[in-house]
C-alpha cells in the first residue's frame, strides 16, 4: 500500500529519528510512505478568519499534490495534521474561502477531495492493531501514559478521530505492542508549547500538572503524537522518559536501530 506522506517541518529538522522511525515501521507493516515533493510548512496554526489565505496555501498544494497521485495522505505530526485537515475541512464546507483559494492559486480547482489520516489512524484503521500486535519483537512491558494534548482530536467535528473527552486510539496501540496503558486527567489538556517563548512559567505550570497526573496514576512513560508536546514537556524538567509515537512504535517492531540523527 502507497500513501502519500507529510512529515511536517519538526521531523525534517530537529526530530528527524522520529521521521526515520515512521517510515521503517510503516514498510515493516506493508505500508510505503511517498513524501510529498517540494512541501512547505503547513502554516503551523490554522487561523479561522475567513478572509486569511494565505496561510493556507501550502497545506492545499499538500492535499492537491495527494489528489493528482490518487493517493491518501499520511501526516504524523498532530500540529500538522490539525491545520491540513481543517483547511481541506474549509475546502469541502466553506464556499467562499474555497473559491478565494482557488482563484489565488489559478490552477485546476480543488474541494477538498483528499482523504486524509493521522499516523495513528492509518495504524488502527488501515493496518489494524491486530496485524500491529502480530509483528512485535519487542513488547514494551511497562505502565505508559497516552498524552493526546490539544490539538489532535479537537475541533471533534472536523477532526473525527476520536472521542476528544475519553479517547482510546493510542491506548489501544500501547496495549497491541505489548505495553500497559494508563489512564489519568489530563492526558488531553493542553502542555502549554505554545506559550513557551513568551511565558516559560505558564508552559512548565502547565506541563508540570500533566506529568504529576501521568505520575500519579502509575506511569513509566509517556507517549505523544506531537513534537512540540514531547519538547515541551521535556523541557519542563519531566523525569520519566517522554518518547513520540513512532519511537515506541519503532521499538516495539524491532526497526529502531541508531539513526545518527
Known amino acids: 500500500m502507497k500513501f502519500s506522506y507529510f512529515p511536517g517541518c519538526t521531523l525534517k529538522n530537529k526530530a528527524k529519528s522520529l521521521d526515520i522511525y515512521a517510515r521503517r515501521s510503516a514498510e515493516k507493516l506493508g505500508v510505503t510512505l511517498e513524501e510529498i515533493e517540494n512541501w512547505q510548512c503547513c502554516g503551523g496554526v490554522f487561523t479561522t478568519a475567513k478572509d486569511e489565505v494565505a496561510t493556507k496555501l501550502s497545506s492545499v498544494r499538500i492535499l492537491k499534490d495527494a489528489q493528482k497521485k490518487q493517493q491518501a495522505l499520511v501526516t504524523v505530526c498532530s500540529a500538522c495534521h490539525n491545520v491540513v485537515k ?10 467562499e474561502f474555497a473559491g478565494k483559494v482557488n482563484r489565488y492559486m489559478s490552477e485546476d480547482e480543488y474541494n477538498g477531495e483528499t482523504q486524509i489520516y493521522h499516523y495513528l489512524e492509518l495504524l ?26 490539544c490539538l489532535l482530536l479537537r475541533p471533534n467535528a472536523v477532526m473525527r478521530m476520536d472521542d476528544p473527552e475519553n479517547p482510546t486510539i493510542i491506548e489501544d496501540l500501547i496495549k497491541a505492542l505489548g505495553g ?3 489512564i489519568y486527567g489530563y492526558r488531553n489538556e493542553c502542555c502549554g508549547g505554545y506559550v513557551r517563548m513568551e ?3 505558564l508552559a512548565g505550570k502547565k506541563s508540570q500538572t500533566v506529568i504529576e497526573s501521568a505520575k500519579k496514576a502509575g506511569a513509566e512513560v509517556i507517549v505523544t503524537a506531537c513534537p512540540l508536546c514531547k519538547y515541551n514537556l521535556e523541557k519542563s524538567g519531566c523525569d520519566i522518559p517522554v518518547v513520540y509515537l513512532t519511537e515506541l512504535l519503532a521499538e516495539a517492531l524491532g526497526v529502531k536501530e541508531d539513526t545518527n540523527e
Open 86 to 95: 481543517q483547511t481541506n475541512y474549509a475546502m469541502q464546507n466553506d464556499k
Open 124 to 149: 488502527r484503521d488501515v493496518i489494524g492493531y491486530d496485524k500491529i500486535k502480530e509483528s512485535v519483537v519487542n513488547p514494551i512491558g511497562k505502565k505508559v501514559a497516552a498524552y493526546y494534548g
Open 180 to 182: 500497559e496503558a494508563v
Open 199 to 201: 511565558s516559560p512559567e
